[in-house]
């Protein structure tokens, strides 16, 4: 088991540039999630996909796109990158089924990227 | 604001000490409640877990964590910390009954010294 892996893990972009950002989990999980962590500001929830097919913004989805390819597969696109993206990125899976409690998150071991 | 506060930027211990990291949330209902820790260029990992029942939680690596109803806090706690130990920890509160919507505290940063 690989758990949560995350492509590439790190990038530079100019701005303007666009980029997805890969992320696969090979744990069945119905739940997966895009965070970006900055310093002193903890993690972020940009984009999340409670299941196949279905996408919901998070706290700060200003400048990004996700797309849940399938149920393993959640991508998170930058259009237009600006040095405010520069950041960590985190992707995140989980299983979840209603009424029931929430299962923890499992963390990839991130994207760091520069937008110049 | 609902919030979840982690007031110590930075702590550092002796091997050997004892630790307490602070956590306070402010959402009416009693969330779910996690600790996570990170360590230098890794992902998060869940430590321990708060759902319900026994307001004490043990988690992996010797740590435990208090819930404090009164206080709106989870505390984690560790008796005697490794070098290993050293690493950011986060609390994370997942308000939304469940469904994963989960706010994480801005980290405490540990170093433990010889």
């Known amino acids: 088991n690989a758990g949560v892996t995350q492509t590439p893990k790190f990038q530079v972009l100019k701005t303007g540039q666009s980029m997805t950002l890969q992320c696969a989990q090979d744990m069945n999980h119905n739940s997966m999630y895009w965070y970006r962590q900055d310093p002193g500001m903890g993690l972020r929830l940009i984009y999340y996909?409670?299941?196949?097919?279905?996408?919901d913004k998070g706290e700060v989805p200003n400048g990004y796109n996700v797309s849940r390819l399938n149920k393993r597969e959640f991508s998170l696109r930058l259009e237009s990158a600006a040095p405010s993206q520069t950041s960590v990125y985190f992707c995140?899976?989980?299983?979840?089924?209603?009424?029931?409690?929430?299962?923890?998150?499992?963390f990839g071991p991130g994207t760091r990227l520069t937008v110049t | 604001a609902q919030s979840v506060t982690q007031p110590d930027i930075h702590i550092t211990v002796s091997e050997g000490a004892s630790l307490e990291l602070r956590c306070n949330y402010s959402?009416?209902?009693?969330?779910?409640l996690f600790w996570y820790v990170q360590s230098p260029g890794q992902g998060l990992q869940l430590l321990l877990k708060?759902?319900?029942?026994?307001?004490l939680v043990q988690g992996i690596k010797g740590f435990e964590a208090e819930f404090k109803r009164s206080q709106s806090s989870f505390n984690l706690r560790k008796p005697s910390v490794h070098w290993s130990d050293a690493a950011e920890y986060f609390c994370?509160?997942?308000?939304?009954?469940?469904?994963?919507?989960?706010?994480f505290g801005t980290g405490t940063k540990l170093q433990v010294i010889p």
């Open positions: 708060y759902f319900s029942g026994d307001t």
């Open positions: 994370a509160v997942d308000h939304s009954g469940g469904y994963q919507k989960v706010t």
């Open positions: 959402y009416g209902a009693t969330p779910y």
């Open positions: 995140a899976s989980s299983a979840v089924r209603e009424g029931l409690p929430v299962y923890e998150q499992y």
């Open positions: 996909s409670a299941s196949e097919g279905t996408t």
